[in-house]
């Protein structure tokens, strides 16, 4: 819950997008972030707002910030989304321009997450040093902790400026968040309410001694004139995948606790609690770190230049880069800490563990070996994930030939799944005697027409752009080791790819490179003819 008494002032950084000279910009990312008492309060923002044009279109990215007392920042926040949205107007005289204040902006609905007037804690990876990384839910709040709220609202009509790099840095630079990634908060606000009692956390375990066992060791600072009273601090620990202790103690007023534990030889995490903001920090269970090994190899020399060209052509443009350096075969190893004082049987746990975890992992991602021998069973893999399609297929294969068509396309359902296929000339390239590939394939696609009713649209890439074979359904997308028509006679691996939206943007824009079969087609028979003549 917020409770605003406990911070000085806000600090709104609003970014929007206008469309055209003179209309009212559109909300795209805007943050409201609540000052604890006693952190200094940000200059005035100078000059006009901040502009990033985007490309040549003529829309324009813009950017300012602004101070305001907390009362008035979560008004702005919770006034959001009515119809009658405004830019938020400076607290401070002096940082006031009527020209960019107060001025019409225009906001989709917005949806609360969570639920008003909850605050969420983003679970992050660490103590008090959340990682930028992409899986964290909420980057723009540094690396303090925060509780936040969230208005979400339409992600329509943002496709330009997400296109645009520099704007997308643009915006990054100012609210701390690559857009790109996180598209969730497009035409959106976020409240980032920090912790108002707590400045820093120090927790460590202290090795045992004559007469006591390990210890873990916890200190709280508090911000400059807040107590600690209300605060509570709830422990979990975990040991072999189990949970072996949950318990709750309250912080003493001198900010120092000392839990005495026997032996950590497990995992653990906690979480504080006040009785007036509720979940304040976060830390998920880690094991302390008890010993540090290291190698020593003296270097010999080496790390010369290699030159070498990047392909087989005599006209191959050439590289460099630098060799290893060799290293003498004596080793020096350390090690630096003790080990624990009791057996743990963690470590083999956590290894069976792991390996449950690359198995489900291979299940997840279609992970598939076909041995030596198997084309058979290959084929009536595929055939059973393409009959299961409901949206879309698409072969990508530049070795696609008509027989291939026989072997797997009845399985699709022609009534809602369309089909395309991305082949290229590689696929009908035909030895002296033999009978016309393209022939083949056109005859093939006809009969799929005829019998199964289904079209393939097919396009024919007339350069070696596409080396691999992937094959999409629906939203996934299959890696084929080997081409269709041989997959399963040699050993051979598929696999489902953990990001299929990046590989379906380059073969839709290969399609766009590559021309319908019929027109090639033509073309190939009208070279026949003119080499006949």
Not at 452 to 467: D, E, F, I, N, R
């Amino acid at each position: 819950m917020l409770n605003t008494d406990f911070y000085a002032g806000a600090v709104i950084r609003l970014a929007t997008l206008q469309r055209q000279r003179g209309q009212a910009g559109r909300l795209l990312f805007a943050t409201v972030s609540l000052l604890p008492h006693g952190r200094p309060l940000p200059p005035p923002m100078e000059g006009p707002p901040h502009r990033c044009a985007v490309g040549k279109t003529g829309e324009n990215v813009f950017f300012r910030r602004a101070l305001l007392t907390v009362r008035d920042a979560v008004d702005w926040y919770r006034s959001l989304g009515r119809g009658e949205d405004t830019t938020p107007i400076p607290s401070r005289t002096e940082e006031r321009d009527s020209r960019y204040d107060g001025i019409k902006i225009e906001t989709a609905n917005l949806n609360d997450s969570p639920s008003w007037p909850h605050l969420g804690l983003p679970m992050g990876e660490g103590l008090f040093a959340f990682h930028s990384g992409r899986s964290h839910p909420a980057p723009f709040i540094g690396n303090s902790p925060a509780r936040i709220h969230r208005r979400l609202g339409s992600q329509d009509g943002f496709d330009v400026m997400l296109a645009d790099d520099e704007a997308v840095a643009f915006v990054a630079r100012r609210l701390h968040i690559d857009l790109r990634l996180y598209q969730e908060y497009l035409g959106s606000v976020a409240l980032v309410v920090p912790d108002p009692v707590l400045t820093q956390i120090d927790h460590f375990m202290i090795p045992a001694s004559a007469d006591k066992g390990e210890r873990i060791f916890y200190r709280f600072v508090p911000r400059a004139g807040a107590s600690l009273a209300g605060l509570k601090l709830t422990t979990f620990d975990e040991q072999a995948h189990l949970l072996t202790d949950l318990s709750t103690y309250d912080v003493p007023a001198d900010g120092i606790l000392d839990v005495d534990k026997g032996d950590c030889i497990g995992a653990y995490g906690y979480a504080v609690t006040h009785s007036d903001h509720g979940v304040l920090v976060y830390s998920p269970p880690y094991p302390f770190l008890r010993q540090i090994g290291f190698n020593m190899n003296p270097v010999l020399g080496g790390g010369k230049t290699i030159s070498v060209p990047t392909g087989e052509s005599t006209n191959s443009p050439r590289m460099e880069y630098r060799a290893a350096q060799r290293s003498s075969p004596l080793t020096t190893q350390r090690l630096i800490g003790d080990e624990a004082r009791i057996p743990n049987a963690s470590g083999r746990i956590a290894t069976a563990a792991a390996h449950r975890e690359k198995i489900a992992n291979a299940k997840l991602y279609g992970q598939r070996w076909f041995p030596d021998g198997s084309r058979e069973e290959a084929m009536r893999f595929i055939q059973g994930e393409l009959r299961r399609a409901k949206t879309q297929v698409m072969i990508a294969d530049p070795y696609l030939a008509g027989l291939q068509l026989g072997q797997f396309l009845y399985a699709v359902n022609p009534e809602t799944t369309p089909v395309t296929l991305l082949t290229s000339s590689l696929a009908f390239k035909s030895k002296a005697q033999e009978p016309s590939k393209i022939d083949d394939f056109s005859q093939r696609l006809a009969q799929l027409e005829e019998v199964a009713k289904l079209t393939a649209k097919t396009y024919v890439l007339q350069s070696g752009v596409l080396h691999d074979r992937f094959l999409v359904i629906d939203d996934a997308v299959w890696f084929l080791g080997n081409s269709l028509n041989t997959l399963g006679e040699k050993a051979s691996l598929i696999v489902k790819l953990p990001n299929p939206d990046e590989v379906i943007g380059q073969l839709e824009g290969m399609l766009k490179q590559a021309i319908p079969f019929d027109d090639y087609r033509q073309r190939q028979a009208k070279h026949h003819e003119d080499d006949a003549s």
